[in-house]
DNA sequence: CTAGTATTTCGACTATTATCGAAACCTATT
DNA sequence: AATAGGTTTCGATAATAGTCGAAATACTAG
């Protein structure tokens, strides 16, 4: 299956060339052209008629941000049933996420460290004064994956568009590496977090501690249940 | 200066973080709060009451794609303003455009083959009978430079959402490098249009053909002239 | 040229956005 | 506790999106 992440970075791209053009319905009809789509078809899956979509197209009143998300959804989802076929075609430009990513998501509003850290059933193990700081993403990396097969160019482009955002490491022995590696790449993410590790190195503590970045020891029982805690946050985030 | 191409492309990526959310009003105010500025201070530069950003923010309404656009825009400007000091710090996550990229656009519509070829002066030495094929976009780049420093990762990356676009290389001393990196690397753009040979290899027309793409030489003058001729185009799309 | 699709056009109505301005409400800071 | 900057709330109004449906066109494959 094309991953998540990736058809909810395409989503965004087309929900913000329609936005960001100057003309919102040349861009509608580019796109459902490109997705192969006629409007009768795309009209029937909105429940609109599609009288509605050539006026956008045709310029006669421009799209509210609601009714540019439900069309790009709908495209979508058109192409999910057709196996993605034009969503893989688009994400071939893309760069790929490294088998290492796990997840990456971005918070629809604001987030607080201290609920990131209940999320995951933290312990602070350094940085318990910055608790309050604002959060507006998390990355998750299988660290072990992420260190035998990602670049350091991967690397930093696996920050989202923000670097507020908390880098999650699973898999971690020590929790050593994972900080030599937020290290050498100049990244600062808002906070890391690592999973895994029965005894965490004193000298991965010292090096957040002289970067400033808190430093967290997730104690969920698995990985399932550490995505889940996010994915939940942000579920109440979006709802709240 | 921050590349008008990298400043195009997160403008692009917040307006799709704003619309593609499910509360537009946090998301604005999550990007507010990144870049810094008060609610008072955007709105005076939008020429509004700030009521009526807190009123998004707190979800009274739902904003319109116009007025999400003049928002992102007036975040970049106050930015542009201050050195843009934000979109230096976002831009660190994406991956720049390597030198060799002298200009990179999306239609926002579909435009045919056939303006492109006019509006670059072109000749086409293959694929005449393509000419109405549908393109959205073009990608112009230094052969030199690129052949010089770019790796084929970066190749890759430098098209954009859709490969349906035209490659335009400069620069070019008989076309055949150029073809020779579409071969190996496994694009497909729309056509290949390559200005600067005197006299073009026949090999390049042959890889062209082999590949069924159309290959096109430009007749402007200068790199000047066939930037110009295609930022002519893309404004003539723009308000037609 | 003819069916049959797909798209465009347009008048009409309702629901929402776009906008203001004034007053109330928060924090910090003096 | 008084000042001040920032934010929220809310009633009000004009403008516009959101929507339909039917008729007029345009397009395409026989």
Chains 1, 2 share one sequence.
Do not use: C
Request: charged share 25%; proline share 5%.
């Amino acid at each position: 299956m094309a991953s998540e992440v990736i058809v909810d970075k395409i989503a965004k791209e087309i929900a913000g060339d329609i936005t960001w053009s100057d003309f919102p319905g040349k861009s509608m009809r580019k796109w459902r052209e490109i997705f192969g789509v006629t409007q009768l078809v795309i009209s029937k899956r909105m429940g609109i008629s599609s009288s509605v979509l050539s006026d956008y197209e045709k310029g006669r009143r421009t799209p509210g941000s609601g009714f540019v998300k439900k069309f790009v959804r709908t495209l979508l989802e058109i192409d999910r049933e057709r196996g993605y076929v034009i969503v893989k075609e688009l994400a071939r430009g893309q760069k790929l996420p490294p088998s290492a990513l796990l997840d990456m998501r971005e918070f629809p509003q604001k987030v607080l460290l201290k609920e990131v850290v209940e999320a995951v059933k933290g312990i602070v193990l350094y940085g318990s004064e910055k608790l309050d700081k604002q959060i507006y993403g998390y990355t998750v990396l299988d660290s072990i994956a992420a260190i035998e097969s990602m670049t350091g160019q991967e690397f930093l482009s696996i920050m989202g568009l923000t670097t507020e955002r908390v880098l999650v490491f699973t898999n971690v022995g020590t929790g050593r590496s994972p900080m030599v590696a937020v290290r050498v790449s100049f990244l600062k993410p808002g906070a890391v977090v690592v999973h895994g590790p029965k005894a965490v190195d004193p000298l991965a503590v010292k090096l957040a501690e002289s970067d400033g970045i808190p430093f967290i020891l997730s104690q969920v029982p698995d990985v399932q249940s550490l995505l889940n805690g996010l994915r939940g946050l942000l579920r109440k985030k979006e709802n709240q």
